[in-house]
């Protein structure tokens, strides 16, 4: 039988990932639900494949299609299909892997359902870290980390007292813009963001890993984890993006976590955990083939972006949903070729600057000020 696992954002690049690591451990994990958005050819692909119970779509015509194909799934849709496949009462795990802030109120209604998470949907712990950490441990639900750093951090953590770090260093591998100027980014164009050197993975995380964002996103995302202040967490430019992550303990040993850029190795150690599994095909890491490793103290005005995101994160309150959904915006209006590129983090800071900061606030307030912001991000640009 295995491990029950649902999984929300199936079609996407960690999704897919996700689905080759349960294709390789057929007796250790099944799938019982999963999530797409508008993927309707990937979606007809994975029923074929795998006996689930419920699927849910974005919109209620593709649900209506689904429905009539597959009249033994159950097939819902829309935010609250999100929800029912996320909390599916039959799942032991849910590996979070959609896109968005629109991945919080599922990741909350599992945790009251004692399902454990497995969360690569790093926007849900930057827009409201504090209320999944809060239920987390209400529940008493494990949250493991699928990003490759802090799947990094949480193995090299592995056993230690967290009084016992010194600090947290995560590695950035510079994204596709890394050998440029600031100066020479005000042109280029979507197709070259979209070409990342080291990591394949969906338009949104390889636009924020050329502005930095992505960084800066992950460095909220290990504040929220491992509960370690921002003044003891440091971003490393790594080229090769061979060590994912390590921690400076107080004896100053550092520990790090390696291995070749391929996020099914997080991706099954969190579905694993607290064991680990033997990876048939896998790319092994052969040092001595890479002989140099390279490191560079990070920039903070070239990657402005990384800046406002650390900026937010200290502020803490509603400024990071504000951060978040600012950056979700404008990665949109990008995309679209409707704003440049370093229009992103002008956007980002204006919307920070024109916020009130609430603090401590509760999940209405978060979603509240979450489209707010998306409404007055495309507001700027009207
Ligand atoms: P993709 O864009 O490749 O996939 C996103 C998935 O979410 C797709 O299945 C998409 O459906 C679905 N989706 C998007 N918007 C919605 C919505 N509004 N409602 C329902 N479903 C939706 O993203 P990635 O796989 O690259 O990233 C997913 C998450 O994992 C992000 O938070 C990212 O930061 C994080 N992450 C990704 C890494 C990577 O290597 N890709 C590494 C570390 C973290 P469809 O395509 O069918 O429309
Ligand atoms: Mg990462």
Known sequence: MGKRISLLGATGSIGL????????HPNKFQLVAFSVGKNIEETRKILNEFHVEVVSVQKEEDA????????KIE???????????????????????????????P???????????????????????????????QYNVPILPVDSEHSALFQAMNGEKKSEVSKLIIT???GSFRDRTREELKSV????????????????????????????????????LFDISYD???????????????????????????????????????????????????????????????????????YHALKLA???????????????????????????EKITFLEIDELIERAMDEHSNVSSPDLDTILFVDSQTRKSVQNMVK
């Open 64 to 71: 209506l299609l689904l429905q009539q194909e597959y009249p």
């Open 232 to 302: 003891d967490i440091e971003v490393l430019l790594h080229r090769e993006s061979i060590i994912h992550s390590m921690i400076e303990f107080k004896d100053t040993s550092v520990i790090a976590q390696l291995g070749t850029p391929d996020m099914r190795v997080p991706i099954q150690y969190a579905l694993s955990y607290p064991d680990r599994l033997e990876r048939s095909n896998a790319h092994r890491l052969n040092l001595a083939e890479i002989g140099k490793l390279h490191f560079q103290e990070m920039d903070y005005k070239r």
């Open 75 to 105: 097939v819902v849709f829309g935010d609250a299909g999100l929800i029912q496949v996320a909390a599916h009462t039959n799942a032991d795990v849910l590996v979070n892997a959609v896109l968005g802030s629109v991945g919080l109120r």
């Open 107 to 137: 990741t909350l209604e599992a945790i009251k359902k004692g399902i454990t998470i497995a969360i690569a949907n790093k926007e849900t712990l930057v827009t409201a870290g504090h209320l999944v950490m809060q239920a987390a441990q």
């Open 172 to 174: 950035a591998s510079g």
């Open 17 to 24: 990932q996700t689905l080759d690591i349960i294709r390789e």
């Open 310 to 336: 650390i900026d937010a994160g200290r502020a803490g309150g509603t400024m990071t949903t504000v951060l978040n959904a600012a950056n979700e915006a404008a990665v949109s209006l990008f995309l679209k």
């Open 189 to 224: 164009t979507v197709k070259e963001a979209l070409n990342h050197p080291n990591w394949s993975m969906g338009s949104k995380i390889t636009i924020d890993s050329a502005t930095m964002m992505n960084k800066g996103l992950e460095v909220i995302e290990a504040h929220v």
